[in-house]
């Protein structure tokens, strides 16, 4: 139950500072509550794209290898068991998501879009094979956007089809809420706008960095990852909130329980409740 409140309360955002709060708790504090940072894994290059499937509460990431910005792999960590495993069978694993209804982990790799069986542990190509994956997305069927291009494309029952809405726009890295409003990025900034419209939203316009990554949390609030940390969006209002500051982030997600997961240029980190504050 308190760990109940401390969730919901994590969720309704105000700035945060990390440091030494309440006496002998230490840890990040959310809106008056006290979290705690648990190493999940570090010595990883740039953990990017960060999802989890909560049917086996297993994160999903990217990470760059031989120290190589164009040489990436798709990581499986079990946020139970710690089992961490390299995904094989794609070229350059760089984004993932999960369609949560059939628990199925889409990859996106250099040459296109991958499923991942999960009894076999490899990746499957099922479409778009001669495209550079950016990032893709499950909501009803899977949303990619692509690189060097920029476009948002949609992919179901094989067919690849650019998305009407954003035909205008660069796209980079996007989501959908459950209210069907797409928050997407471009080199100008961080837009949202509702499914089967053109009405662009401006949310913030980037000056040196842009959105790094993005995540729904289990009341269905968007938050983005910039490099100095991740922030809440308001999907009623215009505006975003910092919850907590990271020094160089790269991504943000959700696990089963709706607990915050960061990575920073070197470390994939859980905020769990503390249980003493
Ligand atoms: C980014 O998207 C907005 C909204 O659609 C658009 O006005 C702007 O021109 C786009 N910028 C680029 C570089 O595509
Ligand atoms: C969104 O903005 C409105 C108006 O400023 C505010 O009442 C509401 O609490 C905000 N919601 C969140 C989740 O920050």
Redesign the pocket.
Known sequence: MIEMKLFLLM???IVTQAGTLRGECKGVEINGATYEEEMLYENLDRPYLLTVDYSTNDLYFSYSIDNDEDSSATARYNLDTKKFTTIEGVNNGFAQTVDQTTQTVYIGGSDGLYRYDKDTKRAVLIGAPSINIWTIFYKDVLYFSTYPSHILYTFSNGQITRFPDLEDTRVDNFIIDNDDYIFFTNTSGLYRQKKGTKDAVLYEVFEDFGVRGFALDAQG?VHACFQNGVY?L????V?L?KIVSVDDAFGVAFDKDNNLIYSDARRVIRLKPTKDC
């Open positions: 969720t309704s955002v609030v809440s308001n999907n009623t209002e505006g909130k």
